[in-house]
C-alpha cells in the first residue's frame, strides 16, 4: 500500500508544485525558501533539534506555548518549527524570531523527506492536531526517532475517509507513535484507522492554555480610541470566502435598527484582503484598512483588518466576537481567543473542528450558535444593547477556560521520557 502511496504522490507533485507556482502569483511569499519544500535549507548543528510542526497560522498559535516550554526546558536543543503555508511561517518568525530554526515542511516523498532529516536531526519529533504523512512517519521510525501527535485531533467527516485506506494509516501508525488526543472521542478514532491503544492518551487541547499577549488589552484600548471612541464595536474574525457577505448583510441590519456601530472586519488569508475590500466597494459601504493608518471617523462603518498576527488586539477593542470558519464548512477557527478576552462569543453551526471547545462554551452559556445573517444580527445587536448579558458570558467564558486548563503540562510530562538522555 505504501507503495502505491509513493507512485501516485510522485505523479501529482507536479500539481502540487504548480499550485505553489500560481499562488506565487497573488502572494510572492509563496515563492519565498522553495527548496525547503524538497528537503533543502540550512543544516542544524549536530546535537540535534527538537522538531515541532504546525500545518498554518492556527496550528502554530496552538504550538506557541509548547515551543516556549521546550525552549526553557532544554535549552541546549535547537527547536525547529516546519509549516506548510507562508502565513504560518510569517506568525512563527513574528512570535519568535531567531530563536527558532522556521521553515516548510518538505513534500511527502522519500528523498525529500531524507533530505530534511538530514538537516534538521531531529531528536524528537511533535505533530500538531492532525497531520498523517505516510512517508515522514515511516522516517521517523525508521531513524528511531520518537514521534508524538500533540494536541491530536480527527473529525468524524475525516475518520471515515482513513478508514477507507485503514492498511496505509496502520503502517503509518505503527512505528511508535504516541497520540496525545484531544478527547476521549479523537482517541477512538485514531485507534480505528491503526493507532495503537497502548500509545493512545488523551491530554486535552493545548489551545486552551495559551496565554494572552503582552499588553494586548492596551494594544486594544488604543485602537478603539483611535477608531471608534463612544461607539459600540463587534469583530468578525477569521471569516472565509462566503462569510463576509453574511457578516456585512448582519451589519447592514444592526445599523438599519439605529445603531451606529463599528464592525471589525479580519479575513483569515491575505491572499483574500482584496477581494474584500472589493466586495466592501460594490456594496457602498464606507470603510477603512488598518493598514492605511488613519483614524477611523464617525462615518466608517468597517474597518478592514487587511494585517496578521494583530486579531487578538482587535477582538480586545471589541464588545464580542464572531469566529468565522463556521458559517461555511471549514470546521471553525479558535473560539478561545476572545473567550480569554472575557467576550461574548458568536459562532456558526460548523465546529467540527474544535467541537468540544463550541460545545462546552455553548453549553455553559459564554457561547451562542447562529445559523445566518438574520440570527447574527439578532444577537449582536442584543448583546450591544445589553452590558451586563455582555459581562455574564464573558465572566463564565474566561471561567471555563480557566478551569480547563492543564493540557499543556499533561503533555510535557508524556514526552518527557521520550527524549534521549
Wanted: contains cysteine; aromatic residues 8%; positive net charge.
Amino acid at each position: 500500500m505504501r507503495r502505491i502511496y509513493i507512485f501516485l504522490t510522485y505523479a501529482l507533485l507536479p500539481l502540487a508544485f504548480g499550485a505553489v507556482l500560481w499562488r506565487g502569483l497573488h502572494d510572492r511569499d509563496y515563492w519565498h525558501n522553495l527548496g525547503e519544500r524538497f528537503g533543502f535549507g540550512k543544516y542544524i548543528a549536530d546535537e540535534g533539534s527538537l522538531w515541532v510542526h504546525a500545518v498554518s497560522v492556527g496550528e502554530v498559535q496552538a504550538a506557541a506555548a509548547l515551543v516556549r516550554a521546550l525552549r526553557a526546558r532544554h535549552p541546549q536543543l535547537p527547536v525547529v518549527l516546519s509549516t506548510v503555508t507562508p502565513t504560518g511561517a510569517q506568525l512563527a518568525r513574528q512570535l519568535f524570531g531567531d530563536s527558532v530554526h522556521v521553515r516548510y515542511v518538505p513534500y511527502d516523498l522519500p528523498g525529500c523527506v531524507r533530505r530534511f532529516f538530514r538537516r534538521i536531526k531531529p531528536r524528537l519529533a511533535l505533530i500538531m492536531e492532525t497531520e498523517l504523512w505516510p512517508n515522514l512517519f515511516h522516517e521517523c521510525g525508521r531513524r528511531r526517532v520518537p514521534l508524538v501527535l500533540a494536541s491530536a485531533r480527527i473529525s468524524p467527516r475525516s475518520v471515515r475517509r482513513y478508514q477507507r485506506l485503514v492498511p496505509l494509516f496502520r503502517s503509518t501508525l505503527a512505528h511508535g507513535i504516541v497520540i496525545a488526543a484531544q478527547t476521549a472521542s479523537d482517541a477512538r478514532r485514531f485507534v480505528s484507522i491503526g493507532a495503537s491503544a497502548d500509545r493512545t492518551y488523551v491530554t486535552g487541547n493545548i489551545k486552551v492554555d495559551f496565554e494572552l499577549p503582552a499588553a494586548v488589552l492596551t494594544k486594544g484600548r488604543r485602537l478603539r480610541e483611535m477608531h471608534a471612541a463612544g461607539r459600540p464595536v463587534w469583530a468578525a474574525g477569521s471569516t472565509h470566502e462566503g462569510e463576509e457577505q453574511i457578516v456585512l448583510d448582519a451589519h447592514r441590519q444592526i445599523r438599519a435598527g439605529g445603531s451606529d456601530a463599528l464592525l471589525l472586519l479580519a479575513p483569515r488569508h491575505r491572499n483574500r484582503f482584496e477581494a474584500v475590500a472589493e466586495i466592501l466597494r460594490q456594496r457602498n459601504i464606507t470603510y477603512l484598512t488598518h493598514s492605511s493608518g488613519r483614524r477611523g471617523t464617525p462615518q466608517v462603518e468597517v474597518l478592514l483588518i487587511d494585517s496578521l498576527g494583530e486579531l487578538m488586539d482587535f477582538y480586545a477593542a471589541a464588545d464580542l466576537a464572531f469566529v468565522g470558519g463556521s458559517m461555511v464548512p471549514v470546521g471553525g477557527h479558535n473560539l478561545l481567543e476572545p473567550a480569554a478576552l472575557s467576550l461574548p462569543v458568536l459562532t456558526g453551526p460548523y465546529n467540527f473542528n474544535s467541537e468540544d471547545i463550541a460545545t462546552l462554551l455553548v453549553q455553559v452559556g459564554a457561547a451562542y450558535k447562529v445559523s445566518n445573517a438574520t440570527e447574527l444580527a439578532d444577537q449582536v445587536a442584543g448583546l450591544l444593547a445589553d452590558a451586563g448579558e455582555r459581562q455574564r458570558m464573558g465572566t463564565l467564558g474566561r471561567t471555563t477556560l480557566d478551569e480547563n486548563r492543564g493540557a499543556l503540562g499533561r503533555l510535557l510530562d508524556l514526552i518527557e521520557p521520550l527524549l534521549p538522555a
